[in-house]
């Protein structure tokens, strides 16, 4: 009969070695599939009681995923709870490029959705399709999901739109005898939208600028936002897609690895000749001086810019208006704010997913909308919305759905919005439009190429 | 007879001295030891990681997918217009701080040293741009030279057109050459004060005594003797002007086009606004070469070979 011996002092040791290592791989298992199980059942708001998972937020100053959003969501999972980091805007590219590769990656993070598919080729994002409501790309704004999209998933989540229009001093247009347009198919050309500014500020007298000065940096990717709808409406989305007035509207190659002839083609130029016009000579109208609150303190005539940064009509000490967006050829807004995004790196991408998705859909996103006087990107909110009896508002939602464009989709975008801000800045302050669009062309094309 | 070698202790100076320096190294190591640690973890280390990056092009988003490129970036440095005209820049900026500062200093350094009145008020004044924050004269620069700034409204009041200082390519460099000469005049008076008071008196009796005016005195005898403060203040003023950042950051953000953007900005800007780090730390490498290269040839045109 053969005898079974207990394993020996030394196998023993292997044993417990085997059992430690089946022990570890089990929990890596588990970590690199983004979360423990504990994570899943937090999601579902099933915690042991008093045990809370904290996720890590990074965001911009006073910008999303804001501390009411953070909120809303602690009160429907109790599971989770969030370490917030503000870093001021200026900065906040830097920061995120920085903390997105490190080995303490944030959980959440906001992103400025043009930037979503950069992060995103990098692979620094988490993809959220899997996490999506039902309906989704069907409910939200397509150019918002565009912006948020990299080969066919989802990066980002939008949670609010913006766009810019012409906000007026209605006193001071009235004391110039200047009608301004408050429709959508009224709309001024940049003719005479700056025709209206240079009476408007001829009739205030000094001190009063006829369109306020831009509160974009050029530091960030906001330059763009504003001041390339001057190069772009220039062109012609109707034309044929080989013109030149077409690329001008593009304002990338369809294989997005050029923007020669698309920034700096001849109606580009001409439109950064007029633009520049608005800065210098006899007929300057604004600076590239920023004056903190300029339109809202009555410095200004106009001011191209967005509904938030206004504010509210009845708090400004004068009457005020809405106008649409002025053009050239084809009336155009960019979309697009900072969304909400995970990252790649997160410790608890599961969590962190079902919480940003919750805050960018459904209740929670109309709540904060209403609350935060924002319009939401989801028709579904919109139809819940309250926000749209600001006028500022209910234009730019005009704009956006007529005319909304997402800015050019490309992963190399923060260095296409880099250079072409320094082109329209130095175009701004006096340099030769093309060779300040040429050069930008010679700096960005390679990137796109690489 | 055969004659035999004793050894004996070591009785010249140069054996002494070699003797005491063995004897001596032991202690002599364990002061320096947390310097020369420190500074290897703060400077040598980070500039072996600098010039291994240099290597690659990566994003710093995602560092792991590095590609090795051998000296491309370099090549790319000396070969991108933007970089070439930081580099002219910033050596522009360079004279320019050199030609204000130093005649500035040495005029405040002979005030100074002279035995006129409120001589204490002045140096307090004259050192006190030195220890502010960069940040702070620049902010405070930039509400005097901006568009609708101090400077351009009293200029409304008597009326005459505003001035581009910040928006007007040759303005712009010249006003943060004013802006930092102004900053940094007060530690170059201080050096070349010390400088004209280690100036031994009998030397200035002597060339008196031998009818030496004013005039001669100073350019004759103050001015050769200071040479070796003034290639310290030259050294000095030369390695402040390649760092300078703070100006185009918070000024001009590099413009109007170009014409403030300094190297070390436009490393920055590399790096991190268009996400190309490999290609900064190839241009910070050169940048450091070029330093080293402008102050050898410095000291060398400026060297003496007297003491007193």
Redesign the interface.
């Known amino acids: 009969m053969r005898q079974h011996r207990f394993p020996g002092g030394a196998h023993r040791a292997l044993a417990a070695t085997g059992a430690a290592v089946l022990l570890a791989a089990t929990l890596a298992a588990c970590g690199s599939s983004g979360g423990s199980s504990d994570d899943a059942a937090a999601a579902k708001g099933d915690c042991a009681s008093g045990a809370t998972t904290t996720l890590n937020v990074l965001r911009a100053e006073g910008n999303v995923p804001s501390d009411a959003q953070l909120d809303a969501y602690k009160e429907l999972n109790s599971c989770v709870d969030f370490k917030v980091t503000e870093v001021p805007f200026g900065e906040y590219?830097?920061k995120l490029?920085?903390a997105?590769?490190s080995s303490n990656a944030p959980d959440i993070i906001g992103v400025d959705s043009p930037a979503s598919a950069n992060?995103a080729s990098?692979?620094?994002l988490f993809a959220l399709d899997d996490y999506l409501p039902k309906g989704y790309s069907d409910d939200v704004d397509a150019a918002d999901l565009a912006s948020a999209t990299y080969e066919d998933k989802v990066y980002s989540l939008a949670v609010q739109q913006v766009a810019v229009a012409l906000f007026f001093n209605q006193d001071l247009t009235d004391a110039a005898g200047i009608t301004v347009p408050t429709e959508l198919d009224e709309a001024w050309t940049w003719d005479e939208a700056k025709e209206a500014m240079v009476a408007c500020q001829a009739k205030a007298g000094?001190g009063v600028e006829g369109l306020a000065a831009s509160l974009f940096e050029?530091?960030v990717s906001n330059t763009t936002f504003r001041d390339q709808l001057f190069l772009r409406s220039a062109g012609d989305s109707s034309a044929s897609k080989s013109s030149s007035a077409y690329k001008t509207f593009a304002a990338l190659s369809e294989d997005g690895t050029s923007v020669d002839g698309y920034i700096n083609s001849p109606e580009a130029v001409k439109a950064a000749t007029f633009y520049q016009g608005l800065f210098t000579g006899d007929e300057a109208v604004t600076?590239?001086?920023q004056?903190p609150n300029e339109f809202a303190s009555g410095k200004a005539c106009f001011d191209l810019t967005v509904a938030p940064l206004v504010g509210p009509f009845d708090k400004l000490p004068f009457k005020a208006g809405v106008s649409p967006s002025p053009y050239f050829v084809t009336p155009i807004v960019h979309n697009g704010a900072v969304n909400i995004a995970v990252a790649a790196k997160s410790k608890h991408t599961k969590l962190a997913a079902t919480a940003a998705v919750a805050m960018a859909s459904g209740d929670l996103l109309t709540e904060w909308a209403n609350a935060n006087n924002a319009i939401p990107p989801t028709q579904s909110s919109i139809d819940d919305s309250t926000v749209l009896t600001d006028p500022g508002n209910k234009m730019m939602l005009d704009e956006l759905q007529k005319w909304g464009q997402p800015r050019p989709v490309t992963p190399k975008y923060?260095?296409y919005d880099?250079?072409l801000a320094?082109a329209l800045?130095?175009i701004a302050?006096?340099?030769d439009p093309k060779e300040?669009l040429d050069?930008a062309v010679?700096?960005i094309d390679p990137?796109l190429k690489g | 007879m055969a004659s035999t070698t004793i050894a004996t202790r070591p009785t010249t100076t140069r054996a002494l001295r070699g003797r005491l320096r063995r004897s001596d190294l032991l202690p002599a190591a364990g002061f320096l030891a947390p310097f020369l640690l420190l500074l290897l973890i703060f400077q040598y280390i980070p500039l072996a990681l600098l010039a291994r990056n240099s290597l690659y092009d990566y994003?710093?988003?995602?560092?792991?997918?590095a590609e090795f490129v051998g000296f491309d970036n370099f090549v790319h440095a000396f070969t991108d217009?933007?970089t070439l005209q930081s580099f002219g820049v910033t050596l522009l900026f360079v004279a320019g701080m050199l030609i204000v500062v130093i005649p500035v200093a040495m005029a405040l350094a002979v005030y100074l040293d002279g035995r006129l009145p409120a001589r204490g008020i002045v140096r307090v004044m004259v050192f006190l741009p030195v220890i502010t924050s960069s940040v702070v004269v620049t902010t405070m620069f930039l509400f005097l030279l901006?568009?609708?700034?101090v400077l351009n409204n009293l200029l409304?009041t008597t009326g005459s057109a505003a001035v581009?200082f910040l928006?007007?390519g040759p303005w712009a460099l010249a006003s943060i050459i004013l802006m930092s000469a102004w900053q940094q005049v007060g530690l170059a008076s201080v050096l070349f004060l010390a400088g004209l008071q280690a100036i031994p008196e009998e030397v200035r009796e002597a060339a008196k005594v031998d009818g030496a005016g004013s005039f001669a005195l100073f350019f004759r005898i103050t001015l050769p003797l200071l040479s070796r403060s003034t290639l310290l203040i030259v050294v000095l003023v030369t390695v402040f002007g390649l760092q300078a950042f703070a100006p185009p950051l918070l000024m001009t953000?590099?413009?109007?086009?170009?014409a403030t953007n300094l190297v070390v900005y436009d490393i920055y800007?590399t790096a991190?606004?268009?996400?190309q780090p490999g290609f900064a730390s190839a241009i910070s490498i050169v940048l450091l070469a070029f330093a080293v290269l402008i102050s050898l040839v410095q000291m060398r045109a400026l060297r003496t070979d007297w003491q007193y």
Do not use: C, H
Request: glycine share 16%; aromatic share 4%; net charge neutral.
């Open positions: 590219s830097t490029n920085v997105l590769s992060v990098q692979g620094a000094t050029v530091t600076s590239t001086t004056i923060g260095q880099s250079y320094t800045q130095s302050q006096g340099s300040a050069q010679e700096q990137l | 994003t710093l988003l995602n560092p792991d997918a217009k933007q901006g568009q609708n700034g409304g581009p928006t007007k953000n590099g413009g109007p086009d170009g800007r991190f606004q268009l996400q």
